[in-house]
């Protein structure tokens, strides 16, 4: 019985429609728009990507307030979860494998040692993914009542 999750589709971590919909027209072009990315990115002010691109100020900055930077300390989890829940995940993180890749695994994990524990150490045989069903012959976590 493994435990495998789906990747995020193609369009995982792109702009929703609806948000593209209310930012403000910007007057450069896509490929005036990168270059101006890169070169902030590079160390550039505003000011200065607009005296050398030869744009005005303020369509320079629309374009640059658009860009997503990483942040040095993240404010909230990926997961839905408690803190401690979040650190834990975090710390059974394998490198840099997505964070989607170590929560399956390790559902994975404790799916295998609860269908161990309760067969006696067989494999128990496959059984039905529909979602209606509910399992109850495996045991519910330390801490959680069904």
Do not use: C
Request: no cysteine.
């Amino acid at each position: 019985m493994t435990f495998k999750g789906k990747p995020p589709g193609n369009g995982a971590g792109e702009i929703s429609k609806r948000t593209e919909a209310l930012r403000p027209v910007i007057m450069l072009a896509p490929k005036e728009a990168a270059e101006a990315r890169r070169m902030r990115r590079a160390g550039q002010s505003p000011e200065q990507i607009a005296a050398i691109m030869d744009k005005p100020l303020d369509e320079v900055e629309k374009v640059l307030v658009q860009m997503r930077m990483p942040r040095p300390e993240t404010t909230r989890g990926t997961l839905n979860v408690t803190l401690a829940a979040h650190a834990l995940v975090m710390r059974e993180r394998r490198g840099d494998e997505p964070i989607w890749t170590t929560v399956d695994r390790l559902l994975d994990e404790l799916l295998r040692l609860r269908a161990l524990q309760g067969t006696g150490g067989a494999e128990p045989p496959h059984r039905s993914r529909r979602r209606n069903e509910a399992d109850t012959t495996l045991p519910l976590l330390a801490g959680l009542k069904g």
